[in-house]
């Protein structure tokens, strides 16, 4: 069945929609055809329709399913005001703007309302994070047909805090149509770069298309320069194509910065150099051309052996002179623990094209590990993360309009005894409502985000959230252990992690995020409970004090 609908745009208004048969899309303008797909492909396809003059135009489609993903944006207008989303039903076309936007993800009971997610579709990794005067640009891996992984983009969103977003288009595509070619692949993650001249770059990986996720792909660095406002990318070089010897498929995810030491510009990528995870350092003069001076890092033997497959992510700046390298370990089971893919840190100096860890022993950055691919920008005198909650290990319930969260913003830091440490960035504490003492007993939960601080003596503390009296999660310390446990844990996987009996602890939840940040932010761990998203009672037992706030975005 055909259905329609007319509706005025402006001129210039750019329509951007990811679809797939059965069916025809197309639009008419006083009755005459100005574009179309007369027959939708079976696979997934990008489509755009450019609005040359403002009008009236006609929309018609035939089956609403069909039509996966779909906004507008005007591009005088989209640096403030966004995209409008469309959504094509049975009985015409709704449009969304901004604050409507926002009421509609809002109204998704199961969606968290701190923390980042996309408007509809797949997320992974936060991408290109980067501040441009005021405002944060916060870039994604994004999966535009469906909720599932799949052909990589970067979507992309803006805020001037961190909390409040506006949604902007897709900033890149994959090279090549790999639905089309039944392939995998496409625009995978990368970093933003400013050059001396203060031209702002992305570096990324382009997985060409690719029929195995485990091997035999090929990866390549390309360099993305975007037009005014960052709105689209405009300009797309291939940067680096060869791999250095024993480096088979995995290398991607680069990271680049000016090394003012050697007056010339320093590339990082994740990789697997026979056979090990391994972090190679590449060097430049132009930013173009690309030579290898050498593996940065190469994770210890064992960790091959425990399923690690590669380096993901590797992240590497400054903090008060040391050197941190972040890397994520794909594949990666620890024996001790069961957890898998975690994330660890080392600190230490970068001299001679060379890092030296203060100490061998990798911190783990994450005991919860639903964090990962933490990327970090250096911004307004900090140091900014954000990081993907997930782990592979439980996803969203069938029925949701997208999948994946970020982290709440964090500002890193290192302690007094070189630790990587993370605490929310300083605007979560400004949306902080009044702070109020936790009484022995029950307490009664509003449906609304919680930040909850225990300081004083934490060994035997322990906070259980529970919603109509089951148990929604529990997080403890016990002979100097403290752990995080879901109901629906089974065991198989400890998560917990050792803190000094003196520390402080933070819990944040939302919507069934759970971020715990102990011992000054050394000690972090995150679980996503997907099952028990709304507790409405709280029982916190200390030896010490416990406040608790409700933060409000
Ligand atoms: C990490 C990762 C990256 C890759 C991207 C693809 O989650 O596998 O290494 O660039 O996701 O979506």
């Given amino acids: 069945m055909m259905h329609a609908e007319t509706i005025e745009l402006e001129e210039g208004t750019r329509v951007e929609l990811w679809a797939r048969g059965p069916g025809a899309i197309r639009a008419l303008i006083d009755g005459v055809v100005v574009w179309q797909v007369p027959a939708l492909s079976e696979h997934p396809g990008y489509y755009k329709y450019h609005h040359r003059e403002a009008c009236a135009v006609t929309f018609e489609w035939d089956e609403p399913e069909s039509i996966l993903w779909v906004y507008s944006w005007e591009p005088g207008r989209v640096e403030d005001c966004g995209i409008t989303v469309w959504e094509f039903g049975a009985t015409g076309i709704t449009r969304r703007t901004g604050t409507e936007i926002d009421a509609w993800m809002r109204a998704d009971t199961k969606r968290p309302g701190l923390h980042f997610s996309p408007i509809r579709q797949w997320m992974n990794d936060p991408n290109g994070l980067c501040r ?64 001396r001249d203060g031209a702002q770059m992305f570096f990324y990986t382009e997985r060409l298309p690719a029929y195995d996720l485990f091997s035999g792909y090929r990866e390549i660095q390309k360099l993305a320069r975007p037009g005014r406002g960052l709105v689209t990318a405009e300009s797309i070089t291939t940067v680096l194509e060869t791999r250095p010897d024993g480096v088979e498929h995995d290398f991607r995810d680069p990271k680049v910065w000016w090394d003012a030491v050697r007056g010339e510009y320093r590339m990082i990528l994740g990789a697997s150099l026979d056979g090990d995870p391994a972090v190679l350092l590449y060097g430049s003069e132009n930013l173009l051309d690309w030579r290898y001076l050498g593996p940065l890092y190469r994770a210890p033997a064992r960790f091959r052996g425990e399923g690690a497959r590669a380096v993901e992510c590797p992240d590497f700046f400054e903090i008060d002179g040391k050197w941190v390298l972040v890397m994520g370990f794909v594949g990666h089971t620890d024996p001790v623990s069961g ?67 970020m982290s709440l913003p964090r500002e890193l830091s290192l302690d007094a005894s070189g630790r990587l440490c993370m605490a929310p960035a300083r605007e979560f504490e400004a949306l902080a409502r009044e702070r109020g003492e936790v009484r022995d007993g029950a307490a009664a939960l509003p449906d609304a985000p919680f930040d909850l601080v225990l300081t004083g003596g934490l060994e035997g ?9 089951g148990t929604s999660f529990e997080v403890g310390v016990t002979d100097g252990v403290l752990w995080v446990r879901l109901p629906q844990d089974d065991g198989r996987i400890r998560y917990d992690a050792r803190i000094a009996p003196e520390a402080d602890l933070r819990v944040v939840h939302d919507r069934g995020i759970i971020e715990i940040f102990a011992d000054g932010g050394a000690v972090c761990g995150t679980r996503r409970n997907y099952k028990h998203t709304s507790p409405d009672a709280l029982t916190v037992t200390t030896n010490g004090r416990a406040t608790i706030s409700h933060p409000e975005a």
């Fill in 339 to 405: 957890r898998h893919n975690l994330l660890y840190a080392l600190v230490g100096d970068f001299r001679d094209d060379r890092f030296v860890p203060d100490n061998d022993a990798l911190q783990l950055l994450d005991f919860g590990t639903d964090f990962y691919a933490m990327q970090s920008c250096a911004a307004d005198g900090r140091q900014i993360a954000f990081a993907w909650l997930f782990n592979w290990e439980d996803r969203k319930p069938p029925g949701s309009p997208y999948s994946g969260e």
């Fill in 132 to 195: 441009i005067g005021e405002t944060w640009h916060l870039f994604y891996q994004f999966h535009p047909s469906g909720t599932d992984w799949g052909p990589m983009h970067w979507g992309h969103a803006v805020s001037t805090d961190l909390f409040h977003w506006t949604h902007m288009p897709v900033f890149l595509h994959p090279e090549q149509n790999c639905w089309q070619l039944g392939a995998t692949g496409g625009a995978f993650s990368g970093n933003a770069f400013r050059d």
């Fill in 461 to 469: 503390a322990r906070i259980t959230a529970t919603q109509a009296g």
